[in-house]
């Protein structure tokens, strides 16, 4: 299969990584990233969380510091919007976008599904399309009770180090999640493993997008 690469495939990029909740952009690109932030030495990373309770923020911090390692003078940003009420917030949550574009002219934009059945990951990647224009947007996909995963087309192979580091780093850092029946190892593997095939990947773990528009 011919694989593609982004940009000349050796220089350092800027990514924006937008997430509603605070795991979101770990469970979706958490692998993804740290094989490009591996591969492309220098890159920076604009992270921005969109709504996170007091012990959220922190978990989410430690966490982004953690995947963030090699990309040192990345900037975290946590906002505190209502969690499962971002329709009727989204005129709020607009205006931080519109901040986002003033002060940061990202290579590649990682969010949320447009056709994701929880309300606040709509409501990210809507307005991620609405104000990123005329960039590359990689939507992630995030497993959950809805069964709405469909059928991506941009696959990123991970080694088996790469995938445990995520699934290691997600069950360390976001605590209070462990009392949800399916914040565990085995959904994050299982996805990850089921991407592979998909994609032939040779340590039998990849993480996968679905890209609406992709220019040569």
């Known amino acids: 299969m011919l694989r593609a690469t982004l940009g000349d495939g050796s220089s350092p990029l800027s990514l924006l990584c937008l997430g509603a909740h605070s795991d979101d952009i770990e469970i979706g690109c958490g692998g993804t990233l740290l094989r490009l932030l591996s591969e492309r030495p220098g890159s920076k990373v604009h992270w921005v969380v969109f709504s996170a309770s007091p012990e959220r923020q922190l978990e989410a911090r430690a966490s982004a510091a953690d995947f963030l390692q090699a990309a040192p003078g990345s900037q975290v940003v946590v906002h505190h919007f209502r969690e499962s009420y971002f329709p009727s917030l989204a005129s709020d949550i607009k205006d931080k976008f519109e901040e986002l574009k003033r002060a940061f002219a990202p290579d590649l934009v990682f969010c949320h599904r447009r056709t994701d059945d929880h309300q606040d990951h709509r409501v990210i990647a809507e307005l991620s399309w609405n104000t990123f224009r005329n960039h590359a947007i990689w939507e992630y996909e995030i497993a959950k009770y809805e069964g709405d995963l469909g059928a991506p087309n941009v696959y990123v192979p991970l080694t ?57």
């Open 160 to 216: 088996r180090e790469l995938a445990d580091r995520k699934v290691g780093s997600l069950l360390l850092h976001f605590k209070s999640q462990l009392n949800r029946p399916w914040f565990r190892s085995d959904t994050f593997h299982g996805l990850m493993s089921l991407r592979s095939i998909e994609c032939n990947a040779a340590e039998g773990r990849a993480e996968a997008f679905y890209v609406r528009k992709l220019v040569l």
